[in-house]
């Protein structure tokens, strides 16, 4: 589908969410245990609902992400609102420069996760992202979390005016902000194949 062919930018930023989320699922990028992407549009969030991957393994439509602004806690009351979502609003109204979201379970990063360990980029197109660092541990869906991981996103400046930067929750996934979606996706599967080449590599040595 064309892009900009949509009059309504919230329907055409959900049709681009929708898309980019059963892709990732088919690369093992998103997993059916949780996970959740968004998008800025305008002074909204748009963000995937809760149980996107549990109860619809990431098939999502246009119509089942929810929106609302972004200066504002509203959304925190809707019952539909990914638990995980807190870190997104907070990335946004830190990071003028960020415009799209995506925390993942991602498969080959879930190994450094589980370690809390960093991920050095060892591939030529993961320079720019330099290393993804591991945010201090704090529970899951927590304020301190999300406040953790802006403080590490806002610091790698430069990743970000590349395309994006990302951060490690510890025993969790990953949280990758992006100038947009697409740019957010990308670093994902980079930074995966990058996690990937490190893991391979001690087979290797
Ligand atoms: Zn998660």
């Not at 892009?3 to 892709?23: C, F, G, M, T, Y």
């Not at 748009?46 to 246009?62: E, N």
């Given at each position: 589908m064309a892009k900009n062919s949509h009059p309504d930018p919230s329907l055409e930023v959900r049709i681009e969410l929708a898309e980019i989320a059963r892709r990732m699922f088919d690369r093992k990028?998103?997993?059916?245990a949780g996970g959740n992407l968004s998008a800025r549009c305008g002074e909204n969030i748009v963000i995937s609902p809760r149980y996107?991957?549990?109860?619809k393994h990431w098939q999502l439509?246009?119509?089942?992400f929810i929106e609302g602004r972004?200066?504002?806690?509203?959304?925190?009351?809707?019952?539909?609102?990914?638990?995980?979502?807190k870190a997104h609003l907070a990335i946004y109204r830190t990071l003028p420069i960020v415009n799209g979201v995506i925390h993942a379970h991602a498969f080959h990063v879930l190994p450094f996760a589980a370690q809390g360990k960093p991920i050095p980029p060892v591939l030529e197109g993961t320079q720019k992202f330099g290393t993804v660092p591991v945010a201090p541990?704090?529970?899951?869906?927590s304020a301190e979390l999300a406040a953790n991981a802006v403080q590490l996103l806002k610091v790698q400046e430069g990743a970000l005016r590349a395309q994006a930067a990302a951060v490690i929750l510890p025993t969790h996934g990953i949280l990758i902000a992006g100038k947009d979606i697409w740019a957010a996706a990308d670093a994902l599967e980079q930074i995966d194949w990058n996690a990937w080449c490190l893991i391979a590599g001690k087979l290797l040595d």
């Amino acid at each position: 589908m064309a892009k900009n062919s949509h009059p309504d930018p919230s329907l055409e930023v959900r049709i681009e969410l929708a898309e980019i989320a059963r892709r990732m699922f088919d690369r093992k990028l998103l997993d059916m245990a949780g996970g959740n992407l968004s998008a800025r549009c305008g002074e909204n969030i748009v963000i995937s609902p809760r149980y996107a991957g549990s109860k619809k393994h990431w098939q999502l439509k246009p119509e089942d992400f929810i929106e609302g602004r972004i200066d504002s806690d509203d959304l925190l009351e809707d019952p539909r609102f990914s638990r995980e979502g807190k870190a997104h609003l907070a990335i946004y109204r830190t990071l003028p420069i960020v415009n799209g979201v995506i925390h993942a379970h991602a498969f080959h990063v879930l190994p450094f996760a589980a370690q809390g360990k960093p991920i050095p980029p060892v591939l030529e197109g993961t320079q720019k992202f330099g290393t993804v660092p591991v945010a201090p541990y704090a529970p899951t869906q927590s304020a301190e979390l999300a406040a953790n991981a802006v403080q590490l996103l806002k610091v790698q400046e430069g990743a970000l005016r590349a395309q994006a930067a990302a951060v490690i929750l510890p025993t969790h996934g990953i949280l990758i902000a992006g100038k947009d979606i697409w740019a957010a996706a990308d670093a994902l599967e980079q930074i995966d194949w990058n996690a990937w080449c490190l893991i391979a590599g001690k087979l290797l040595d």
